[in-house]
């Protein structure tokens, strides 16, 4: 492959509660479900990302919209555990959720919300990039208007790889020369307006064969469920390819399955007919080895909730979306910085009021105490995030802090995608050195990364071991340690850039 697998498309996030039925509900004969487990993924085009990110050797991006809200922030989450490099656009509205109820494996009901579909944002250079260099695109519409961006479509009309669209009868038209359209029966009738009464090959063949001439796409291959697929291409004779087993289990994704691995042997150079075989097969195997939740990566932990108490309007998801949200409708600059903040000292608080002074809001991405001990060792952090998120709050230069559970901010960066992104440690910017290592993400939404001045001479490493020298060793502090009472932080104006110490770690 010559470059990445790009998906295209709209994500949601799909929750698959699970429970037991004992009884039907007093006021109405419905039964109850009461809940024993649930479970998070990515759906629509994150799940296709995500069934093909599993292959080995294989570098996928998802070219996507989120909403900066908690369903946005938790489907980062999922999707950077997964290995997926997410090209996030800004999305209108929230998040939208397909929630099933699920008894012995069975659906009950499935619970849709978060509205009509919102705009998706207007793609970055970085996003038609990608598009121009990938080995290979599926575009994965699931009719929320990402298929639609006029940008996005012309960077998949201009693009000499190989795409993939798997439409939605609520979507666009695929736009002209795409390789392959995967819908399945019922979507190829509405799309191509074919008349009920003939038989079932021959109602999909007319299908694919009007959808492939309006569409003016290189072949259609119409998914039939357990009875394989049907490839129509520029000849009169179609291709049955049947399924290799039959299988009675959840089907959902399977869909998804055969559009990502079609599109993955395209991008090794397969025919269009060895990819619909192929697909077919491991469509197959993936119902026959029981759906979606057999080939999904353990789920990412859910990220740490908002803290309450003192300033904890300020600290969280909610707290996050609610600034970022406000700065962006105004037309402002969003400013991110991170790190652990054990201990939180006069660097600290020179970094944070330099950062805060790039731009109209400043939001710092805290890392969890699991993340901390994962980085630092079992003894750190000293303070609880609880004590260092609301410590952060109190500071008049942060306008909300939100807590982050992996070892890196990228997941968290990725939903708030802001437009400045700085640092306060052991870096330097010029000379040859390297750039940050959050570069590469922030170039993704078009952000920029800055290092900022700091107060030489304050380090938290440093502060705990004179601690430990006269006190005689140093426990994680907890309730014990007073509220700060609120700081000031007056403008430093400080926003040249040098070389920083530990600043935030």
């Not at 809200?69 to 998040?95: F, N």
């Not at 009868?169 to 995967?182: D, E, F, M, Q, W």
């Not at 559970?405 to 390297?434: C, H, M, N, Q, S």
């Not at 170039?443 to 071991?465: C, F, K, N, Q």
């Amino acid at each position: 492959m010559r470059g990445p697998v790009v998906v295209v498309g709209d994500t949601l996030l799909d929750r698959d509660v699970e429970g037991v039925v004992n009884r039907l509900c007093p006021d109405s004969p419905v039964p109850v479900l009461d809940e024993t487990t649930y479970a998070d993924r990515p759906g629509g085009a994150g799940l296709a990302a995500t069934l093909a990110a599993a292959a080995p050797d294989t570098e996928v991006v998802l070219v996507t919209a989120l909403a900066d809200d908690a369903g946005g922030a938790r489907l980062s989450s999922l999707l950077t555990a997964a290995g997926v490099q997410v090209y996030a656009l800004g999305l209108a509205g929230g998040t939208p959720e397909k929630v099933r109820l699920r008894a012995r494996g069975r659906v009950l009901l499935r619970h849709d919300r978060g509205g009509a579909p919102g705009e998706p944002g207007a793609p970055s250079d970085a996003v038609l990039r990608v598009i121009a260099n990938a080995s290979a695109v599926l575009v994965s519409d699931y009719g929320r208007g990402v298929a639609r961006q006029p940008a996005l479509r012309a960077a998949l009309a201009a693009t000499r790889a190989p795409v993939v669209w798997d439409p939605h009868p609520r979507g666009p038209a695929a736009v002209p020369g795409v390789h392959l359209v995967t819908p399945n029966e019922s979507e190829v009738r509405e799309l191509a307006k074919v008349r009920p009464g003939a038989t079932r090959l021959v109602t999909a063949s007319r299908g694919a064969q009007g959808l492939r001439r309006r569409w003016r796409a290189g072949a259609v291959a119409v998914t039939l469920g357990g009875d394989g697929a049907l490839l129509c291409h520029a000849g009169s004779t179609p291709l049955v390819v049947p399924a290799p087993t039959t299988a009675d289990g959840d089907t959902c994704g399977a869909g998804d399955r055969f559009a990502a691995t079609a599109t993955l042997a395209l991008a090794r150079g397969a025919l269009v007919s060895e990819a619909v075989q192929e697909a077919v097969a491991e469509a197959s195997a993936y119902v026959a080895d029981g759906g979606v939740a057999s080939v999904l990566p353990p789920p990412a932990r859910l990220l740490p909730p908002a803290v309450s108490g003192v300033a904890g309007d300020r600290v969280g998801l909610a707290a996050a979306s609610a600034v970022v949200s406000e700065v962006r409708a105004a037309g402002g600059t969003v400013v991110a910085t991170g790190g652990c903040f054990d201990l939180l000292h006069a660097g600290h608080v020179a970094t944070l009021q330099a950062a805060r002074e790039l731009g109209d809001c400043l939001v710092v991405c805290l890392n969890s105490d699991a993340s901390v001990a994962a980085l630092k060792g079992p003894e750190r952090p000293v303070m609880s995030q609880g004590d260092r998120s609301r410590l952060l709050a109190a500071l008049s230069c942060v306008d909300a802090v939100m807590i982050f559970d992996e070892p890196t901010p990228d997941a968290a960066l990725t939903w708030l995608r802001p437009d400045i992104w700085v640092k306060g440690g052991d870096y330097t910017t010029g000379g040859g050195e390297p750039a940050l290592p959050e570069a590469e993400l922030l170039r993704r939404w078009g952000g920029h990364t800055v290092v900022v001045p700091y107060l030489d001479g304050r380090s938290t490493t440093e502060m705990i071991a004179a601690a430990r020298e006269r006190g005689g060793g140093t426990s994680r502090l907890g309730d014990t340690v007073p509220a700060a009472d609120r700081l000031g932080c007056p403008s430093s104006g400080a926003t040249a850039l040098s070389r920083p110490a530990e600043g935030t770690r």
